[in-house]
C-alpha cells in the first residue's frame, strides 16, 4: 500500500496529514491561499512530498476536504443562472415555505433573502405530470428548444431543470437536458430528478438550483486542482469529502457539488468519531475552533449525527450533512464595542490577512488570540516558530479596546475571552441541552488550533468532566479524511401507508436504488468486495410534516421486517420527540434510501512509547500564565508534548505545547495520557 495524503484548505491553513507506507503518520500546516485556495493546496502537496521525500507515484490517493463551494454560497459568487419549471409555477422560488425564521420571527420585521434565481431568469415550458408520473401534458418540444437557444444567446452559465413531480417520472427533465445539451452544450446542466429525487417542490427547486450555481465554480476548482497535480506529475485519483461524511471521486463531485459544502467540518467529526471509538469514548461531542469560527457536533453511541438538510447561510438546502452548529468565533475573531457600550466578539474576524494584531501584518483590532498572548496563554509564536507573534502589538490592541472601557489590560483581555467562551458555550448547548441530552454524559474532543486553549474552560462552565485532545488538534479535517470512506446517497419518493403496503412495489423500487449505488460505486472503481449498501425508509405518522429516517432489515421486505422497520420507527420518535403514537396513530413511508458504503484504506492507530506517572522529562520551561479563578497570573509549568509518555500525570496550572495547539489546563484539573497519546482532563481532580 502506496501513501494516502489528507489535505483540508481552511480559512487561515490548509492541513496536510500524510500516511506513510510503513503506516507512519507525517503533519504539516501551510498558510492558506483565499485569492486561489488551488494555490495553496499545490504548495500544501507539493511540501508533503518533500517532506516524505517520495516522489509522486508513490502516492494511492489525495483526499481534499475543501471550503470552496460554502464560500461560494457566503459571499453570494454566483454565476449567470436561469430555472426552467413547469408552466404555472414560475414563482415557486418566491413563494417559497412562508415561514419567518426566529422563535419570535415577525412578518412585519423580517425581509424575505434574495432568490438563488431572480425571478426574470426563471422560465416556464408546457408540461405538467401527475403526482403518480402520469403524463397529463406533454412537453411541448418546439418550445423547448426555443428557450434552449434564447438561454444561449443570453450567454446563461447554467441552468436547473426541476418540472413538477418530476421525482414520480422524470422523462420531461431527461428531454429537456437532451435539447439544452443540442441547443446550449456549453452550459452547465442539473436536473432536480438527478439532484433530489424527492418530493415537496421548494426544496426540491432549491437544492437544484443551488447545485447549478456550485457547479461551475468547483468544477473550474477542482480542474485548476487536476492540472496542478499534473504539475507535480501526480496520476493519483482525488476524492472530495462530502458534507455526509464520506468521500467521492472529483468527478462525481462536480455532478452533486451541493453535497460538499460542508466537507471540512464534516471530515473533522468523522475523524473525531473514529478517535473516540478507539479511545473508549463514545458519546462524545466535538468542539473545533479554528481562526475565524466554531464548529461543534454531537456523537452518540458512535454514530454520526446526520440531517437529511443543510442549513447553508440563509439556505436551507435538502442535502444529507453531518449535523453540526458553525458560529462566527475563532482565534481571529474580533472585539469590538457595539452601541450602549456592548462588547461583541465575532462574528467579524481578522482572517490569515491581515490576521491578529499580534501578527504584525497591520491589523489593529485586538482578536481572541491577541488577549491569549497577552494572559501569557500562548507563547510568542505559531506553528512551531513559522509564525512570529509581536506581544507589544497584541498589548496595545487589548489595551486601546480596555481604555474605551475603563478597563485595565489584562481586565479587557479576560473579558474578550469570557464572552467567547460563553458564546462557544451556548453552541455546546444547542447540539445537546436543547436536544434532551446532557453535556454532562459526553466527553468534549477539543481540536482546531485554538480549541484545546479554550476546552477546559468551556467543560467547567457545561460541567462537562472529561475533555480530550487528539494526537494532532489542529489537523482534525485531515484525519478525518484518511479514515473517510467512499459514500453515496440515493433516494425515490414511493409513499405507503403500513396498512396498505405492497411488498413487491417496495422490492423493487429498492432493488432500483441499489443498482444505481452500485453503477455509482462502480463508476468510482471500488471492487464488489469492498462494498456495502444499507437500505433506509424516512417514515412518519400519518398527518405529520416531518420525517425520521429508519434503517430497513437486509433482504427481501415482507410482513415480519416492516413490523421490525415500525418498531424501530416508533423507538425513534419516543426518542427523538419524547413520545410516541404506537397503536394510536398510522405510520407511512415517505422515500426509500439506499446509502452506499465503498471501503478505502484505513488508517490504524498508533501507539505511543510507555512511561510512568513521572511527567517530569517532558518539562520545557515556565511562563506567567492569567487565570479566571485565581484572579492573577501564576507560574506555569510548560511541557513539551512531543516527549510525553503514555501514562504520564500531570496537575494543573500547566500548558502542553505542541506544532498546531497549546493545551491549557486550568488548576484542580489533572491530566493523563493514554496510549494513543491522547491528553485525557479530569475537570474536576476529585
Request: glycine residues 8%; aromatic residues 6%.
Amino acid at each position: 500500500m502506496g501513501v494516502r495524503i489528507g489535505i483540508d484548505s481552511g480559512g487561515t491553513f490548509t492541513d496536510v496529514m500524510a500516511v506513510g507506507e510503513k503506516g507512519h503518520i507525517h503533519t504539516l500546516k501551510v498558510p492558506s491561499t483565499p485569492e486561489d485556495p488551488a494555490q495553496g493546496f499545490e504548495e500544501a502537496l507539493r511540501q508533503m512530498l518533500e517532506t516524505l521525500d517520495i516522489s509522486p507515484s508513490q502516492v494511492d490517493c489525495v483526499l481534499h476536504g475543501t471550503t470552496v463551494a460554502i464560500n461560494a454560497i457566503l459571499e453570494r459568487r454566483f454565476p449567470t443562472i436561469a430555472l426552467i419549471t413547469t408552466k404555472g409555477f414560475r414563482d415557486l422560488l418566491e413563494i417559497a415555505r412562508q415561514t419567518v425564521p426566529g422563535e419570535r420571527g415577525s412578518i412585519y420585521h423580517w425581509v424575505k433573502p434574495p432568490r438563488v434565481v431572480p425571478l426574470e431568469r426563471v422560465y416556464e415550458v408546457t408540461e405538467r405530470v401527475s403526482a403518480t408520473g402520469e403524463v397529463i401534458v406533454p412537453l411541448h418540444v418546439d418550445e423547448a428548444r426555443a428557450l434552449a437557444k434564447r438561454l444561449r444567446e443570453e450567454g446563461i452559465e447554467s441552468v436547473a431543470i426541476s418540472l413538477i413531480n418530476s421525482y414520480a417520472n422524470s422523462d420531461h427533465e431527461e428531454q429537456l437536458r437532451e435539447i439544452l445539451l443540442e441547443e446550449h452544450p456549453s452550459c452547465f446542466l442539473c436536473t432536480s430528478s438527478e439532484t433530489l429525487s424527492e418530493f415537496r417542490e421548494y426544496e426540491r427547486t432549491l437544492t437544484t438550483c443551488m447545485n447549478a450555481v456550485l457547479m461551475p465554480i468547483l468544477s473550474s476548482y477542482l480542474d485548476s486542482l487536476g492540472k496542478r497535480l499534473q504539475k507535480l506529475d501526480g496520476q493519483y485519483p482525488l476524492y472530495v469529502m462530502k458534507s455526509a461524511g464520506g468521500v467521492v471521486t472529483a468527478q462525481r463531485a462536480i455532478k452533486q457539488p451541493v453535497a460538499t459544502a460542508l466537507s471540512g467540518p464534516s471530515a473533522a467529526v468523522l475523524g473525531m468519531n473514529w478517535l473516540g471509538s478507539h479511545s473508549g469514548f463514545e458519546n462524545l461531542i466535538t468542539f473545533d475552533m479554528g481562526g475565524t469560527s466554531t464548529d461543534v457536533a454531537l456523537i452518540e453511541s458512535g454514530r454520526l449525527p446526520i440531517s437529511p438538510e443543510a442549513h447553508l447561510d440563509i439556505y436551507d438546502i435538502r442535502s444529507p450533512t453531518v449535523e453540526v452548529i458553525s458560529i462566527g468565533s475563532g482565534g481571529g475573531s474580533i472585539a469590538g464595542i457595539s452601541p450602549g457600550s456592548r462588547v461583541t466578539v465575532g462574528p467579524r474576524s481578522a482572517g490569515a490577512d491581515p490576521g491578529p494584531a499580534c501578527y504584525g501584518k497591520g491589523g489593529q483590532e485586538p482578536t481572541v488570540t491577541d488577549a491569549n498572548l497577552v494572559l501569557g496563554r500562548i507563547p510568542p509564536y505559531l506553528v512551531g516558530g513559522d509564525i512570529q507573534l509581536d506581544p507589544k502589538l497584541a498589548e496595545a490592541a487589548v489595551g486601546q479596546f480596555g481604555k474605551a472601557l475603563e478597563l485595565t489590560l489584562v481586565e479587557a483581555a479576560e473579558g474578550i475571552l469570557e464572552i467567547a467562551a460563553f458564546k462557544m458555550s451556548d453552541a455546546i448547548r444547542q447540539v445537546s441541552v436543547r436536544r434532551g441530552r446532557d453535556p454532562h454524559d459526553f466527553a468534549l474532543f477539543a481540536l482546531g488550533g485554538a480549541g484545546p486553549l479554550h476546552a477546559c474552560r468551556l467543560a467547567h462552565l457545561l460541567e462537562i468532566p472529561t475533555v480530550v485532545v487528539p494526537s494532532y488538534p489542529g489537523l482534525g479535517c485531515a484525519l478525518g479524511l484518511l479514515v473517510a470512506d467512499v459514500k453515496d446517497d440515493f433516494l425515490i419518493t414511493d409513499i405507503y401507508r403500513e396498512d396498505h403496503l405492497d411488498f413487491e412495489r417496495l422490492n423493487r423500487q429498492f432493488a432500483t436504488l441499489e443498482a444505481r449505488a452500485n453503477n455509482s460505486l462502480d463508476q468510482q472503481k471500488i471492487p464488489p468486495a469492498q462494498r456495502k449498501l444499507q437500505k433506509g425508509a424516512d417514515m412518519r405518522y400519518k398527518g405529520m410534516a416531518s420525517e425520521l429516517t429508519i434503517d430497513v432489515p437486509d433482504g427481501p421486505l415482507g410482513p415480519t421486517e416492516a413490523k421490525e422497520m415500525l418498531n424501530r420507527f416508533h423507538s425513534s420518535h419516543q426518542e427523538s420527540y419524547g413520545y410516541s403514537y404506537q397503536g394510536q396513530q398510522l405510520v407511512e413511508i415517505v422515500n426509500l434510501r439506499v446509502s452506499s458504503t465503498g471501503s478505502l484504506p484505513h488508517l490504524e492507530p498508533q501507539t505511543i512509547p510507555e512511561g510512568d506517572k513521572d511527567a517530569s522529562a517532558a518539562l520545557a520551561g515556565q511562563r506567567r500564565v492569567y487565570f479566571e479563578d485565581v484572579k492573577d497570573f501564576v507560574e506555569c509549568p510548560i511541557y513539551d508534548r512531543s516527549k510525553l509518555l503514555s501514562g504520564n500525570v500531570l496537575a494543573g496550572p500547566a500548558i502542553v505545547e505542541q506544532y498546531d495547539t497549546n493545551t491549557l489546563v486550568y488548576p484542580d484539573q489533572q491530566l493523563h495520557v493514554d496510549s494513543l497519546g491522547n491528553l485525557v482532563i479530569s475537570i474536576d481532580k476529585e
